[in-house]
Each structure stands twice: as C-alpha cells, then as structure tokens.
C-alpha cells in the first residue's frame, strides 16, 4: 500500500503527467489552427495562463517539445514555435518514405478486408478535410493501421516521432494543396494497389506522389513563399 504520502507523491505525479500530456496536446492543436505559428514565442507565463496551470508543468511541456523538434529552446530568449526549413522538411520525407518502403511488404500480408476498407476510409478523409488537426489524426491512425500489421514496433516508433516533428508543416500543406479535389491521394493508391496485390506498384505509386508533395513544400520554403 506505501505510506499516505508515498500514495500522496504518486498521485501527485499522475496528475502532474496528465497536465503535461494534456498541454502538449493543446500546444499542438495552437499550431494546427496557427494560434502559434513557427518563430512565434512562448513564454512560460503567458502558456500558464492559457492552459491554467503552473509554470513547472509548462517548463517540462517545452522541454518536451524540444526533444520532439517542435520547439527551440534559447538561453535568455525561451522558447519559440521551430521555424519550418526546407533540409528538414525533405529529410523528414525521405526517412518517413524510407520506413514505409520497409513495411508495405510484411503489412500488405496481415492486412484484411476490415482494415483495408478502414484505412481506405482514412485515407480519403485525410485528402479531404481542410482542417490540418484533423489532417494529422487520420494520416496518423492510417500510418497507425499500416505499421501495426507490419509487426516492426522500433519502425512504428521512429516514424510516430517523424509526425509528431511534423507537426508545424501541416497547416503549410493544405495552403499548399487548398482544393482537396486535386489534392495527391498517396495514401488512396497506396491501399487500392495493395487491394489488388500489387505491393511493389503501390510503393512506386505512393512515392511518386509522395515526393511530389516534399517537393512542393521544399521548394515553397526556399523560395520564401
């Protein structure tokens, strides 16, 4: 059982953790809806007031979101939205285009009817909605669905940290791409070649249009918009 204050410190732990979780999730949803856009500040005491909370929690949620890559932290200055850059956003595809050239192959084997109709489903949301928070949560329960019967957790692991660094590029996307009906569907012609068997045309099809869309936004980035 531990001593009442064993118990105490343990309970004050749990609500600490869900007051850091909970923040990073609003910090996040701030970015998607460019309430905080990249280069913006955020001061710790502006932060506490938004969310109601202390100044410690908003400390260890900044320090969080460092380590994700979605916020600097800066001696004297705090800590700001990262700035979007066109290196990273072109790494960042190239590792996530890497990993699902690794887990179409074993995933296409376990997949059934049931997860091939809810990822299709998924997949045309994501093309359609012009709400980037949402945009993220449907290509992250898509990816979810693929990496899962894959059976690569470590794969699984790293690519969920490439999204979370991606973030800040979402609302750029769908400036980018604004009409949903010529948005590139990668992740529909992922599933209907994969539907059909066809596992090394439905890489070579997503990629295709995958990188057609780092290359939108890389170029984008250096040209200033």
Not at 98 to 112: D, E, F, G
Not at 113 to 126: E, I, N
Request: glycine share 4%; with cysteine; net charge positive.
């Amino acid at each position: 059982m531990g001593s009442p204050f064993v118990q105490k410190r343990r309970k004050d732990e749990q609500e600490t953790g869900k007051a850091i979780f909970l923040v990073v999730k609003k910090i996040r949803d701030a970015i998607f809806d460019e309430t905080f856009k990249p280069g913006d500040r955020l001061p710790e005491e502006q932060l506490g007031k938004m969310f109601n909370v202390s100044r410690s929690p908003v400390r260890e949620v900044l320090l969080a979101l460092e380590k994700e890559g979605t916020v600097v932290m800066e001696p004297y200055k705090g800590a700001t939205v990262k700035p979007l850059s066109p290196k990273e956003a072109f790494d960042i595809g190239d590792l996530r285009l890497s990993l699902i050239t690794l887990v179409a192959k074993p995933a296409y084997r376990r997949l059934s009817p049931s997860d091939f109709d809810l990822a299709y489903g998924l997949a045309k949301q994501t093309t359609r909605t012009n709400s980037a928070k949402e945009y993220f949560e449907c290509d992250r329960r898509f990816w979810d669905i693929i990496f899962e019967k894959a059976q690569r957790p470590i794969l699984w692991e790293v690519f969920r940290q490439l999204d979370e660094r991606l973030t800040r590029y979402n609302p750029l996307v769908l400036k980018l791409f604004p009409d949903p009906a010529t948005r590139p569907r990668q992740r529909e012609v992922l599933i209907e070649f994969l539907r059909k068997g066809e596992v090394d045309e439905a890489v070579r099809a997503l990629k295709k249009l995958y990188l057609a869309v780092v290359h939108q936004i890389t170029d984008h980035l250096e040209t200033g918009g």
